[in-house]
């Protein structure tokens, strides 16, 4: 069965208890987005539901208020699955938002940290788990952690969680899993494949479609330059330059990609940060904390961070290579243009790849206009030094960073020379298929 719609009222005519309302309204939330308003009641009556919204449009609240409302009324426990840490950290800053007042307790389970102190959050009984599938299935296997007390699962990013990459400990969690519980699954994407592999872990789901699935952020202006591989650098040089104010995120298709433009955006003079599965988590959290407070003007991300936050002043998305599917871009994008905000999108393509463009296009339902190349600047010199994320400055060495229309210098801490230089090795286009 499926549900489409825009007409929206307000929370209070959704079904949502007094208590709860009341919370909503101090925090700000009056009037639901189309999703919420579609998924909230179907979802307070214990109903399955498969929902499908643009990036950006509210469905941690569409699925986190009846999750919320639901457990305060029942015995149970809800768990939510998520593709990655930074969407875990995310869902959980959100619900606790508006759960907290209420009494709610979550816990978080994640790679990259210890998991004694997740094992002593679970310990105490939290209202909803939300944990990436690895470690969960970790603690399974360990007997630490048990599903006998679900009542409700959701997967959020259902299509990366259902794709190979995640598959088989999903099917684990889900049979273990008690089956009267309620399943709730949400994303931008998700192909005929996944919607009925879906299907197996359902119960007759209501599909609630507000926008047909692949549909890019409507406040987000797109643009493509064809380009030669090794142009690329200059190309990001010069519009790096352009959006000289803007806050931007920057997608490279590999862990080594990332860390090698990062390097070379900081060379440019500009801020920047970076943040793959190289990194430790607790390296992520600092990049991604001083993104979002604008330490870094500049974040330098694989797909890792293409459904994993939402940070409102982000205004351009550079595709510095395309990702490997085009659901994938859909995702990319709308980490701009959020919760009715504008923004742009710029992608890097080559002459090879101009089929993909095409593929993209099929899924929005819209054509991508090619723009001509700029002027590129010359190519820089490679630097002398390495040029750390976060310098020391010392007596020893130096380099003259770029600062408005002339240039600063700047002394930091002396490390031995490395290679630097924009072109990509032909290493960094390894497809991966999990994002860790």
Avoid at 41 to 61: F, M, R, Y
Avoid at 126 to 143: E, F, N, S, W, Y
Avoid at 350 to 367: G, V
Wanted: glycine share 8%; charged share 20%.
């Amino acid at each position: 069965m499926t549900q489409t719609g825009h007409d929206v009222g307000r929370f209070a005519d959704l079904g949502i208890g007094k208590n709860f309302l009341a919370v909503l309204t101090q925090k700000g939330f009056d009037i639901p987005t189309p999703i919420q308003h579609q998924v909230i009641p179907a979802a307070l009556q214990g109903k399955d539901v498969v929902g499908i919204a643009q990036t950006g449009t509210g469905k941690t609240l569409a699925y986190g208020i009846p999750l919320i409302q639901r457990l305060a009324l029942a015995k149970g426990q809800g768990l939510i699955l998520v593709p990655t840490r930074e969407l875990a950290l995310q869902v959980e800053q959100a619900l606790r938002q508006v759960g907290t007042p209420l009494g709610l307790r979550t816990a978080v389970v994640i790679g990259g940290v210890s998991q004694h102190a997740q094992v002593q959050s679970i310990k105490r009984n939290p209202h909803i788990v939300i944990a990436t599938p690895g470690r969960l299935d970790d603690l399974m296997k360990q007997k630490l952690y048990r599903l006998d007390r679900i009542s409700i699962i959701v997967l959020d990013e259902a299509d990366r969680m259902l794709d190979v990459g995640f598959l088989p400990q999903i099917k684990i969690i889900m049979k273990t899993a008690p089956q009267n519980r309620q399943t709730l699954l949400f994303s931008a994407t998700m192909p005929l494949s996944i919607s009925q592999l879906a299907s197996v872990f359902m119960k007759m789901p209501l599909r609630i479609e507000i926008a047909p699935q692949g549909t890019s952020a409507e406040h987000v202006e797109q643009e493509v330059f064809v380009i030669r591989k090794n142009d690329k650098m200059r190309l990001l040089d010069s519009l790096l330059q352009q959006y000289h104010d803007d806050t931007v995120l920057i997608f490279s298709r590999t862990k080594h990609g990332a860390k090698k433009i990062a390097r070379d955006i900081r060379y440019m003079g500009h801020t920047s940060t970076e943040i793959h599965g190289n990194r430790s988590q607790a390296q992520r959290t600092i990049a991604m904390q001083g993104f979002i407070n604008k330490k870094f003007r500049i974040m330098v991300a694989t797909d890792i961070a293409a459904r994993g936050i939402d940070v409102r002043h982000i205004s351009l998305v550079i595709n510095f290579d395309l990702p490997d599917n085009s659901e994938d871009y859909v995702h990319r994008i709308g980490r701009t243009g959020r919760a009715g905000d504008s923004g742009k999108a710029i992608s890097f393509v080559t002459p090879s790849e101009k089929a993909d463009i095409r593929n993209i296009e099929r899924l929005i339902r819209k054509s991508l206009p090619v723009l001509s190349l700029p002027a590129l600047p010359p190519e820089r010199s490679k630097p002398a030094i390495a040029i750390s994320e976060t310098p020391v400055k010392t007596a020893h060495s130096s380099f003259h960073r770029r600062s408005g229309n002339g240039y600063q210098k700047q002394q930091f801490g002396s490390r031995p020379p490395r290679r630097q230089g924009y072109h990509h090795s032909s290493s960094q286009h390894a497809r991966q298929t999990r994002v860790s």
